[in-house]
């Protein structure tokens, strides 16, 4: 199946620091990727569309100009979370249409803010 | 935001016997796909369904999307320890590559 990576994995960080989530589609091409973010013990919500060559869409109640979402290329995407808090420490997980009909989720970053 | 109602929330079985859950929704969707998250990791798909009445399988795994595209059920056959996790249900809106409504999850624990 089609593999999708994320870096880092694990992330810590003091409070009021931004962190950039890198996405890649590594045999693959994604226009379009999704960021979910899952809290623990909870399903998977997703927070945006990234969209290549164009802007993000965010779903309600997503604030986009503190998770910023840039689709650089074919195979990358990334979320920054600016002025990071405590409550936004959470399991960020993306994912990326692949051959076919269906989509493939990368490994996930864990985020700890301090 | 919007999720699928999946049940049972956890599950505790002993090895060799056989699981099933299932997933509802209020609303249809024309793709039903489940996944298996293990603990720390992201979710690693298992069957994708594209049709309703739809019956697939994949190894010991059966899933059946429903006919009236508003629930998907998840059967596994003779359940061994590496079946341990977090089976979530999600429903696309067209074809499964699009942004999909997470189930609330069902946790599979294997008592030795």
């Known amino acids: 199946g089609a593999v999708v990576s994320q870096h880092p994995s694990w992330v810590i960080c003091k409070s009021g620091t931004s962190v950039k989530i890198e996405c890649r589609s590594l045999?693959?091409?994604?226009?379009?990727m999704f960021w979910y973010r899952q809290f623990p013990k909870q399903s998977l919500m997703l927070m945006a569309t990234s969209n290549e060559g164009s802007k993000a869409t965010y779903e309600q109640g997503v604030e986009k100009d503190k998770f910023l979402i840039n689709h650089a290329s074919l195979t990358l995407s990334t979320l920054t979370v600016t002025s990071a808090h405590p409550e936004d420490s959470s399991f960020y997980i993306c994912?990326?249409?692949?051959?076919?009909?269906?989509?493939?989720f990368g490994p996930g970053t864990r985020l700890l803010v301090l | 935001g919007q999720q699928l109602n999946q049940s049972p929330q956890s599950m505790f079985i002993q090895e060799g016997e056989d699981v099933s859950m299932n997933c509802t929704s209020s609303s249809i969707f024309n793709t039903w796909l489940w996944y298996k998250q293990d603990p720390g990791e992201g979710p690693v798909l298992l069957i994708a369904l594209y049709k309703a009445g739809e019956l697939t399988s994949n190894g010991r795994l059966t899933a059946q999307f429903g006919i009236t595209r508003k629930d998907s059920f998840l059967n596994i056959s003779a359940s061994i320890p590496s079946d341990v996790g977090i089976y979530f249900c999600a429903g696309g809106p067209n074809f499964g590559n699009e942004k999909l409504t997470f189930g609330t999850g069902t946790r599979l624990t294997i008592i030795p």
């Open positions: 994912s990326a249409p692949g051959g076919g009909k269906t989509q493939y």
């Open positions: 045999d693959f091409q994604a226009t379009t």
